[in-house]
């Protein structure tokens, strides 16, 4: 596999490219402005500087990798790629119609591979012609430091497909571990209930925010408290997460906490506006 696409020049993304060109790989990689790019672009190199920096990168290096990324807004540049990995917003109407268009403009044997965080890879496969090569990519944020990819196989999903990934995530230096399609898959499955039990404590006054972070922090060796976490990963995010979970497998224990809502409802997304559980 040699030519790769990265639809998506946003947080996970952009540190997508970055880790496919530092593989090797030339990347085409698209989003729908050119200041979303932009931006992308300048994540990516700051992000190569700090390893220029720690003497992990040259110079050299970092601009023959940068150089392997084309920034581009026409979506017919990735044609001829041969794994495309999607990481737009995570709304199925916005991937459903982005999977269709790529499976119309893309050779028939490439690989389409999204990098949602929820929503179902046998729904998205099913609104292309080739389901079989439809997979989940879900990569962790910081996308350049955390080792793991879930590869999570839908209903379609074929076993060529999967090991193609399995061969493609070992070349980017990440270790894959296979779910299978059920809501959530494995990480969020069992992450989101663990944050939200974090967020009813601090509703029902079982402890202050910083105990509970502390506790969970020093207590299971957790490199950040579950309340840290959520305001990291964005609360509007874990609040869509855990609605996911509660209407697929219809069980009460997945319940978002009503403070989750109620912030969410204020705008107080976590660090990304300033104000979560946390100030920042
Ligand atoms: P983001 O909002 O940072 O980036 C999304 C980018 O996609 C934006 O730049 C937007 O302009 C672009 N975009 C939207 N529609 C497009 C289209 N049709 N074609 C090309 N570009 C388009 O979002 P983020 O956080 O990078 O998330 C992307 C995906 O990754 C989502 O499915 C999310 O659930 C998943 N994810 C996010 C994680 C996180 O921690 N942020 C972790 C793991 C998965």
Request: proline fraction near 5%; aromatic fraction near 6%.
């Given at each position: 596999m040699g030519r790769f696409a990265v639809i998506g020049a946003g947080t996970m993304g952009s540190g997508i490219a970055q880790v496919a060109a530092r593989a090797?790989?030339?990347?085409v990689l698209r989003d729908v402005a050119p200041e979303y790019l932009d931006r992308g672009l300048t994540t990516i190199a700051a992000s190569l500087d700090?390893?220029?920096?720690?003497?992990?990168l040259t110079p050299a290096q970092k601009d023959e990798i940068l150089a392997r990324i084309h920034p581009t807004t026409e979506l017919a540049?990735?044609?001829?790629a041969e794994i495309v990995v999607e990481a737009i917003v995570e709304n199925?109407?916005?991937?459903?119609a982005l999977f269709s268009e790529l499976d119309a403009l893309t050779r028939p044997e490439a690989i389409l591979a999204t990098n949602t965080s929820s929503i179902s890879i046998t729904k998205i496969g099913a609104v292309t012609k080739r389901p079989t090569q439809v997979i989940g990519m879900h990569f962790m944020n910081p996308v350049p430091v955390m080792p793991l990819v879930?590869?999570?196989?839908?209903r379609a999903t074929s076993d060529a497909t999967t090991n193609a990934i399995l061969e493609l995530g070992a070349k980017l230096g990440k270790t894959c571990l296979i779910a299978n399609d059920f809501p959530g898959f494995v990480s969020n499955r069992i992450l989101m209930p663990m944050l939200n039990e974090a967020m009813f404590a601090l509703y029902e006054g079982v402890a202050t925010r910083e105990a509970i972070d502390g506790i969970m922090k020093l207590g299971m060796n957790h490199p950040m408290g579950?309340?840290?976490l959520a305001d990291f990963?964005?609360?509007d995010v874990c609040l869509a997460i855990l609605d996911v979970l509660y209407e697929g497998f219809g069980d009460p224990k997945y319940r978002?906490?009503?403070l989750l809502r109620q912030y969410v409802a204020a705008g107080w997304l976590g660090r990304k506006t300033g104000r979560g559980f946390y100030e920042y």
């Amino acid at each position: 596999m040699g030519r790769f696409a990265v639809i998506g020049a946003g947080t996970m993304g952009s540190g997508i490219a970055q880790v496919a060109a530092r593989a090797g790989f030339d990347v085409v990689l698209r989003d729908v402005a050119p200041e979303y790019l932009d931006r992308g672009l300048t994540t990516i190199a700051a992000s190569l500087d700090r390893d220029v920096k720690k003497e992990r990168l040259t110079p050299a290096q970092k601009d023959e990798i940068l150089a392997r990324i084309h920034p581009t807004t026409e979506l017919a540049a990735v044609k001829d790629a041969e794994i495309v990995v999607e990481a737009i917003v995570e709304n199925f109407a916005a991937k459903a119609a982005l999977f269709s268009e790529l499976d119309a403009l893309t050779r028939p044997e490439a690989i389409l591979a999204t990098n949602t965080s929820s929503i179902s890879i046998t729904k998205i496969g099913a609104v292309t012609k080739r389901p079989t090569q439809v997979i989940g990519m879900h990569f962790m944020n910081p996308v350049p430091v955390m080792p793991l990819v879930e590869v999570i196989r839908g209903r379609a999903t074929s076993d060529a497909t999967t090991n193609a990934i399995l061969e493609l995530g070992a070349k980017l230096g990440k270790t894959c571990l296979i779910a299978n399609d059920f809501p959530g898959f494995v990480s969020n499955r069992i992450l989101m209930p663990m944050l939200n039990e974090a967020m009813f404590a601090l509703y029902e006054g079982v402890a202050t925010r910083e105990a509970i972070d502390g506790i969970m922090k020093l207590g299971m060796n957790h490199p950040m408290g579950p309340l840290t976490l959520a305001d990291f990963i964005g609360l509007d995010v874990c609040l869509a997460i855990l609605d996911v979970l509660y209407e697929g497998f219809g069980d009460p224990k997945y319940r978002a906490c009503p403070l989750l809502r109620q912030y969410v409802a204020a705008g107080w997304l976590g660090r990304k506006t300033g104000r979560g559980f946390y100030e920042y």
